[in-house]
């Protein structure tokens, strides 16, 4: 059958001034114009097309790719916000309408989004931002491998959803996310874990060892701005933490335990203290 949002090859079965009509002998053909027929085409001829609809609903070939198929997903940019959604470019004549009800948060002109491709009751193509559905497992990822995505869903009992390289199912749990995250956000990650499903547990966070000296340098800086002093311990609230240096506790102590074996502070009457360098600076 001719596929509707699926590029694939048709025969041409009748040719006419305004262009050719391609089809596989057993559904109605379809309208190829003529700025799209190349050259020479003869009948019986094939020709590789992408099938969707045009802005009066009828069903219509073209030999541009567009961004997105049937079932995929796609980072897609916002042309036109309308009154029934968004309309967004990807690639051909006719923008694809992302409708108010498959948004997850509202996107504004020239924002690019991830979506999916999919066919709404009226048979015609629509995008949506839920796309977990469209997600794909078995990554050809390891683990510690680092990896970009984006975040599609915030859910504050379980962390961030990513779609990694806007195609592989990923999470951040909530207890490995610092900041703020929402979405529509890039975030680059670590993987922590592969599960046997396939899909990536994620992290914000570097291999312990790495990110430790990590910490310990953004807490020095800190330092600096602090005149030398910071007033709170490792004994601080997670949120007073969270809040001046996007860190957890954990990795909050372990960092103020490097800095301390290294003899780069001392902690006395509840506060840090800068050494070495900061009282050379003073002297």
Request: charged share 30%.
């Amino acid at each position: 059958m001719v596929e509707l949002g699926k590029k694939q090859t048709l025969t041409v079965e009748r040719i006419k001034n305004f262009g050719v009509y391609v089809g596989n002998g057993k559904d109605d053909a379809v309208l190829l114009p003529a700025r799209y027929v190349p050259a020479g085409t003869n009948v019986g001829d094939k020709i590789e097309v992408f099938v969707y609809r045009d802005s009066s609903d009828r069903m219509i070939a073209t030999t541009i790719q567009p961004a997105i198929e049937l079932g995929q997903t796609a980072l897609l940019t916002v042309k036109e916000v309308g009154k029934i959604g968004v309309f967004l470019d990807w690639g051909l004549e006719k923008d694809l309408l992302l409708p108010f009800r498959e948004q997850t948060f509202r996107p504004e002109k020239g924002q690019q989004v991830l979506v999916g491709l999919y066919i709404d009751k009226s048979e015609r193509l629509c995008a949506t931002m839920k796309v977990y559905d469209y997600l794909e497992s078995k990554a050809p990822y390891d683990k510690n491998d680092t990896v970009t995505g984006i975040v599609y869903q915030v859910n504050e009992r379980f962390g961030a959803f990513i779609a990694v390289d806007g195609k592989y199912h990923g999470m951040i749990p909530k207890n490995r996310m610092h900041g703020h995250l929402a979405p529509g956000d890039t975030v680059r990650a670590r993987i922590e874990n592969v599960r046997d499903d396939g899909k990536l547990e994620l992290t914000m966070s570097d291999r312990i060892d790495i990110q430790m000296d990590k910490d310990a340098a953004r807490i020095d800086r800190l330092l600096d701005s602090y005149d030398g002093v910071l007033p709170f311990t490792e004994k601080a609230s997670p949120e007073v933490i969270e809040r001046e240096l996007s860190m957890s506790k954990a990795a909050f102590k372990r960092a103020i335990g490097r800095l301390l074996k290294n003899k780069k502070i001392e902690i006395v009457d509840g506060k840090i203290r800068k050494l070495l360098d900061y009282n050379r600076e003073k002297k």
